[in-house]
């Protein structure tokens, strides 16, 4: 974390992984909504003979994100220049990619361009032979949350492991590692009080593991997948569910945080997960 009196270059910002500044790009404006909160449209209706409205969701919806980077593209030649805005399009139009600011370079948000809007420049007397031009680049993050660039780890046994949250739920990948004797297994997650909030539960001859084996819990696609390549979905509980780490399930946002266990004794297992932000 830089010091008060360390002074942060705010003009670099990268898309999946790469400097543009590389190729000329520096924000020499704004970026718009990089660090706004949540937008939730507020669905009501009203209702004879009651006054005012009443709100027709339970949950609060989220509206996807719209980050604004308006910047100017320099080059030492018309040339080079239009070989740089081509470069531009092409990292900027690559699909879902990674986007993240100098301001906080371990945070990414996922977002896809649906916009560059390049303008052409005169050179100026002080910057005579220099070809330039402003750019504005238009980003749409439909899951709005901001994640950590790099995973988080939580190991887990008999003895929970702790799972240490962003702001947002994150959902995990859980791997289970073998061997294991018993006819199957149950994994529980708790809060960081110890009441339990949701297990997954395998069972039968498909839940035992060699030590070699494991088996991984996709609790964002809803898969199971033995290590073999086998689809274990068959052998979850009715009362099994997929679930999310929700900081809600923590004591404060700097913990103590939810927990993950087993039941079964010799068996381990590991959660990785990305912290999330609003």
């Keep these: ?77 018309r040339g080079q220049l239009l070989t740089d805005v081509m470069e531009l399009k092409r990292r900027c139009y690559a699909g879902t990619v990674e986007l993240s600011f100098a301001d906080d370079t371990d945070r990414i948000f996922l977002a896809r361009c649906d916009d560059v809007d390049v303008t052409l420049m005169a050179p100026g007397l002080p910057n005579a032979g220099i070809s330039r031009h402003t750019v504005r680049l238009s980003f749409l993050c439909q899951d709005p949350l901001i994640y950590d660039r790099f995973g988080t780890v939580a190991s887990f046994s008999t003895a929970p492991g702790e799972t240490p949250l962003g702001s947002a739920p994150s959902l995990p990948t859980v791997r289970v590692f073998g061997p294991s ?88 297992g590991e959660a990785l997960f990305k912290r999330a932000f609003l």
């Design 181 to 268: 004797t018993g006819s199957g297994f149950t994994y529980t997650y708790k809060d960081a009080g110890g009441t339990a909030q949701a297990a997954m539960t395998l069972s039968g001859a498909a839940a035992v593991m060699s030590s070699t084996e494991s088996i991984v819990f996709d609790h964002e696609l809803s898969k199971i997948t033995h290590s073999d390549g086998s689809n274990l979905l068959s052998i979850m509980s009715s009362t099994s569910e997929f679930f999310a780490l929700d900081p809600q399930n923590a004591v404060g946002s700097t913990g103590p945080y939810p927990t993950i266990e087993i039941g079964a004794t010799g068996v381990s």
């Design 1 to 77: 974390m830089a010091s008060d009196t360390t002074q942060i270059n705010f003009k670099g910002f990268w898309i999946n992984d790469f400097d543009m500044t590389r190729i000329g790009v520096v924000v020499d404006s704004v970026i718009q909504r990089h660090r706004a909160g949540l937008s939730f449209p507020d669905r009501t209706t009203s209702l004879p003979g009651r006054v005012g409205t009443i709100a027709l969701a339970r949950e609060f919806e989220s509206t996807p994100r719209r980050v604004t980077v308006q910047a100017t593209q320099t080059a030492s030649s």
